[in-house]
T-cell receptor, first 110, second 114 residues
């Protein structure tokens, strides 16, 4: 069964304390791995697409990487404004649809 | 560009009432989607429209109907609302069914059914 699992469910960091969020996927025929940011009461905001193992994408303090089984979202020297829920989604598999994980709630304290 | 817009932002219904959620996009995208988001379950696809004139069921279509009114607009209808349909509903769009695959989301409609 196609599945996307994110860990941890919640993460609390001090400002400046770097860390990584994990997204494990079991999706046959992966055609894309996506990261979104979701603020409370808002819709998911697109961050990155990764297409193949070894690919990396960066945006400000965020860097996304992809292997054949998982993706990581590295957050370097986070700021309070990086606090949000980060969603991972994989496209492909039996249904050829976007399959979402349940997200990691990140809180960055000043 | 407004991107993807949704109306209303909030709605409270009584069991058995009907309503239509509206979605519009101004990015000239071909594909449009309706999702629901519930705590601990992630986003789940209700219905989608790969292109104007076509609609298909997603993972959780029961109790819903959709209409792709034109290329810009995709509506979701609840004919007889049930408490299990209390959720946050998101509309999304994508440029082409064949790729690129990233979807862009609207701000959501928070629906409560009592």
């Amino acid at each position: 069964e196609d599945q996307v699992t994110q860990s941890p469910e919640a993460l609390r960091l001090q400002e400046g304390e770097s860390s990584s969020l994990n997204c494990s996927y079991t999706v046959s025929g992966l055609r894309g791995l996506f990261w979104y940011r979701q603020d409370p009461g808002k819709g998911p905001e697109f961050l990155f697409t990764l297409y193949s193992a070894g690919e990396e994408k960066e945006k400000e303090r965020l860097k996304a990487t992809l292997t054949k089984k998982e993706s990581f979202l590295h957050i370097t020297a986070p700021k309070p404004e990086d606090s949000a829920t980060y969603l991972c989604a994989a496209y492909g598999g039996a249904t050829n649809k976007l399959i979402f994980g349940t997200g990691t709630l990140l809180a960055v304290q000043p | 560009n407004a991107g993807v817009t949704q109306t209303p932002k909030f709605q409270v219904l009584k069991t058995g009432q009907s309503m239509t959620l509206q979605c519009a996009q101004d990015m000239n995208h071909n594909s449009m989607y309706w999702y629901r988001q519930d705590p601990g379950m992630g986003l789940r696809l209700i219905y989608y429209s790969a292109s104007e004139g076509t609609t298909d069921k997603g993972e959780v279509p029961n109790g819903y109907n959709v209409s792709r009114l034109n290329k810009r607009e995709f509506s979701l209808r609840l004919e007889s609302a049930a408490p299990s349909q209390t959720s946050v509903y998101f509309c999304a769009s994508r440029e082409l069914e064949g790729g690129p695959y990233e979807q862009y989301f609207g701000p959501g409609t928070r629906l409560t059914v009592t």
